[in-house]
């Protein structure tokens, strides 16, 4: 009967032993990867409204407008 509380003692202390292992593991995986992630991390872009710029030379005339317009109403019409 001594033989085998040895046994289970020895299990619970392999057992307890084995999950601690896996438990600092998996603390430094996800550790490592949260440190990646936050290393490598896309840096914030402005906005494009603060960034853009309206210039009034770039606008397209009215006669562009209509262009584009025609071509995409005989487009639509194609099919």
């Not at 593991?25 to 872009?45: C, D, H």
Request: glycine fraction near 6%; charged fraction near 15%; aromatic fraction near 6%.
């Amino acid at each position: 009967m001594n033989d085998i509380s040895e046994l289970l003692a020895q299990a619970g202390s392999l057992m307890l032993l084995g999950m601690g292992l896996v438990f600092i593991f998996l603390s430094l995986l996800i550790g490592t990867i949260t440190v990646i992630a936050w290393k490598f991390a896309p840096q914030k872009q402005p906005t494009i409204e603060s960034s853009v710029c309206v210039n009034r030379e770039l606008q397209p005339g009215a006669d562009t407008v209509a262009a584009i317009t025609v071509a995409i109403a005989h487009y639509r019409n194609r099919t």
